[in-house]
T-cell receptor, first 113, second 108 residues
Framework: ETGVTQSPTHLIKTRGQQVTLRCSSQ?????VSWYQQALGQGPQFIFQ???????GRGNFPPRFSGLQFPNYSSELNVNALELDDSALYLC????????????FGPGTRLTVT | DAKTTQPPSMDCAEGRAANLPCNHS???????VYWYRQIHSQGPQYIIH???NNETNEMASLIITEDRKSSTLILPHATLRDTAVYYC?????????FGAGTTVTVRA
């Protein structure tokens, strides 16, 4: 069974740029959630995708957007990067029948300079 | 979602049971209690969740008080690999908001 994978592992961007992060769900999972974890803090929910539609959103501005593809993989896009967007971005997948059990990937460390 | 309170840190001896407390006095009737842990430099790992009844799986046991205002995660035989930040989360859906958690250090 393949776990959740994310790419890239690390990324450095400049303020104002745009970034795309990628996530492959665990085998058999059809729901993907994205989280932001600032240094020294717990992860915070950004949004969730189910059947290629956004299925819920946390307190993040519209410049954070996402996609889910037919194979259940997902992308997180962030436009107009700000210094405060520097964080570990985590993807979590789950099966809709057991949605309360989320399985996290290792994350992408984004640094905005 | 209801707020949770956890001790910032605790130590545990290897081979002994680790009892991690969590206070959630404002929990509402449809909110679940979740426990996740995060080992350094890794993504969080699901441990267990429950609504009213006590739950047990291969990793841990979750004891929820009758009034549901607090809970305890029990790691029955702690190993050095259990050293991690443990998060107690209360939510009525899948939108998990992680607090600061408890840093658990298992010592040989």
């Amino acid at each position: 069974e393949t776990g959740v994978t994310q790419s890239p592992t690390h990324l450095i961007k400049t303020r104002g740029q745009q970034v795309t992060l990628r996530c492959s769900s665990q085998s058999g999972h059809n729901t993907v959630s994205w989280y932001q974890q600032a240094l020294g803090q717990g992860p915070q929910f950004i949004f969730q995708y189910y059947r290629e539609e956004e299925n819920g959103r946390g307190n993040f501005p519209p410049r954070f957007s996402g996609l889910q593809f037919p194979n259940y993989s997902s992308e997180l896009n962030v436009n107009a990067l700000e210094l405060d967007d520097s964080a570990l971005y985590l993807c979590a997948s789950s099966f809709s029948g057991r949605i309360r059990e989320q399985y996290f990937g290792p994350g992408t460390r984004l640094t905005v300079t | 979602d209801a707020k949770t309170t956890q001790p910032p840190s605790m130590d545990c001896a290897e081979g002994r049971a680790a009892n991690l407390p969590c206070n959630h006095s404002t929990i509402s009737g449809n909110e679940y209690v979740y426990w996740y842990r995060q080992i350094h430099s890794q993504g969080p790992q699901y441990i267990i969740h429950g609504l009213k009844n006590n739950e047990t799986n291969e990793m841990a046991s979750l004891i929820i008080t009758e009034d549901r205002k607090s809970s305890t995660l029990i790691l029955p035989h702690a190993t050095l690999r259990d050293t991690a930040v443990y998060y107690c989360i209360v939510s009525n859906d899948y939108k998990l908001s992680f607090g600061a958690g408890t840093t658990v250090t298992v010592r040989a």
